[in-house]
Structures are given as C-alpha cells and as structure tokens.
C-alpha cells in the first residue's frame, strides 16, 4: 500500500517540474499510409485500463459510437477511436480505455496498449495540421533527441468529444448568461490552450465578457507575450496590469505546461500581481493542491462556461482589492 501510495504521490508531482506520463497505444493501419502509428494519452485522464468487455447497442445509436458498457455499474459510452482517426485495427479492438475528462466519463476502444513513458512538456510539439487529420493536438518526442523519428500523436479528445457527443458538453458556448466585466482600457487577457474547439469557445467566451484577448496555443508562447507586455510597460513606466488584465491557462500544453507557466508569473516580482485562472479538464484533490502550491487565482474544471465567468469575476474583484488564496469551484469536482 505504501508503495501504491508513493507511485501516486511521484506521479502527481510531476506536474511541478513541467513533465507528465503519456500511455502509449496503438489503433491499428492508417488508411492513409497503411502504417501503424503510435497515439498518447494523458496518463491523469485515465480512470482505469481494462479488456474489451460485452456492451450493448443501443437503437439508433451511429459511429463512431459502438454502444454503452456497464463499468463498476457506471454506464459509459464506447467509442471507435481507431474509427474516429480513421485507423483499422487488425488484430480487433482489445482494450478499453476509460478517461474522465470535462466532467464526463467515457471509453475509448483501442487496438493495444503499448507502455508508459514519463516526459517532458519541451517534448511535446503542437501539430494541429497532422497528416492523421483534426484529432492530433500534438507530437510526443520520446527521446530526447529533437530529431528522433521515435514519435508518437497525441489525441485532442476534446474535439472529438466536441464532434461525437456535443450534447453531452458545454463547448459551444450558447446560453451564456456573462456579466459585462470592467478591465483596464488598452489591457488584454493572454489565454494558453492547445486544443482548438476550447480555444474558440474560450475566444466566444471572453468576447461575451467584454474582454479583450490574445489567444496562444502553447504556455510558451503566452509566456514570451507576456514577457514582452511587461517590458512594454516597464518602458512607458505603467504598471504590468495596465497591459495585462489577466491569465486564462489550461494546464496540459506543448513546451509549457499551465503549472510552470502560472509559477513562473506568480515567482517573478514584475507579473505576481497579474490574475491567473486555470481551465482545465485535470481534476482532483491532487490537482488543487497544486494550483495551491504555484498560487493560481482560481480554477475551474472544463467546459462550463457560466462557471467561468463567475470564477473570472470573483478573481478580478479579489485581486483589485488585493485579497488572498485561490478561488476553486466547487462544482469542478
């Protein structure tokens, strides 16, 4: 038990020095080279691996949905995922894997399962334009070596949650009920997020607000934007602030994961005062912790938008008054 107990606490840790797990696995023949590429997923976003089990059908139900499994007396939705990046698996669709990501709960059916392998987010590459089509946000380099062909395509599972299942998340961003926020003139939020669907919510989103935003698809580019905003200010002699009215980060990222991007702000004396939300699928008493520990403003769990701005909200007011801690919602467990 100590040991279990160890492995969790090692794995969590990871998030403070910018580095992560990524299960490897494989979905079969791509029908656009016939080769058998190598996929990652998030080791956090897992719930449990287990064998393919029976599953039922239900009527009208299409692909790439092949149906409903009982796991733990949880009913979950199984989906194609070898269908879905337009893979065929030869050997059969063997393993399940469960995930929990954006408060919901689903299976993904894969070939085989490959291996756990620990990396580093300078490892990891964004590649929305990947030969394998829209559902790659990004490309594992598994050695350290830049030019290794060693490589494996990590899955946006947001967008395919997005495209299969939209009624099952808030991702469009409808039904907005935002309040009209009141920033600095000639300020801008700088929002890192590498999945696109979340990107253009978030865009939808902050535009509802009243929120002027420049949008990144990786912690390293917001952080040399950021960088920049604070010499500018630095240079006319304005607060940082006056630039920057906030930070919307998610916390999985290529280069830059959300947590070394919010310590970096929060540590460095010239940007500590700048506002900093996390909007993240990652959750759990782990998680929090963490955000504790890197002195992030608030968090809240993806994809509900009316929970966003609330948090947004509460943080813009906190940090005008100058009041203390972070600001988690409770609905994000």
């Not at 929090?288 to 947004?312: C, M, P, T, W």
């Amino acid at each position: 038990m100590d040991t279990f107990q160890k492995d969790i606490d090692d794995r969590a840790n990871l998030t403070l020095s910018n580095r992560f797990e990524l299960l490897l696995f494989r979905l079969g023949e791509s029908a656009h080279d016939a080769k058998s590429e190598l996929f990652g997923i998030n080791v956090f976003k897992l719930r449990e691996i287990v064998p393919m089990p029976a599953f039922t059908r239900p009527a009208g139900i299409k692909p790439p949905l092949l149906g409903m499994v009982n796991i733990r007396d949880q009913i979950i939705p199984v989906i194609d995922l070898p269908a879905v990046a337009g893979c065929k698996p030869s050997g059969g669709l063997n393993i399940l894997l469960i995930t929990e990501y954006a408060r919901s709960v689903q299976a993904f059916a894969v070939e085989s399962v490959e291996n756990i392998i620990r990396l580093d987010w300078t490892q990891i590459h964004t590649a929305e334009k990947a030969i394998n089509g829209q559902y790659i946000t990004s490309i594992a380099c598994l050695d350290e070596d830049k030019n290794s062909n060693n490589l494996a395509l990590v899955i946006d599972v947001e967008q395919i949650l997005y495209d299969i299942v939209p009624a099952e998340h808030d991702l469009h961003a409808t039904n907005l009920q935002t309040q009209k926020f009141k920033v600095k003139a000639g300020s801008t939020a700088i929002v890192a997020e590498d999945s696109k669907v979340a990107r253009m919510m978030l865009a939808k989103a902050l535009e509802s607000m009243e929120i002027p935003a420049q949008l990144h698809i990786t912690g390293k580019e917001a952080w040399e934007k950021i960088e920049k905003l604070a010499e500018e200010a630095r240079t006319e002699g304005v607060p940082v602030t006056d630039k920057i009215s906030m930070v919307l980060t998610d916390l999985e990222m290529p280069e830059m994961d959300g947590f070394t991007l919010t310590r970096k702000i929060k540590t460095d004396e010239r940007l500590k005062h700048i506002p900093v939300v996390i909007h993240s699928s990652l959750s759990g008493n782990a998680n929090e912790d963490h955000i504790r520990k890197v002195q992030a403003d608030g968090y809240v769990a993806k994809f509900e938008i009316n929970e966003l701005s609330s948090v947004i909200q509460e943080v813009l007011d906190r940090a005008a008054t100058n009041s203390q801690g972070p600001l988690i919602s409770r609905k994000s467990a």
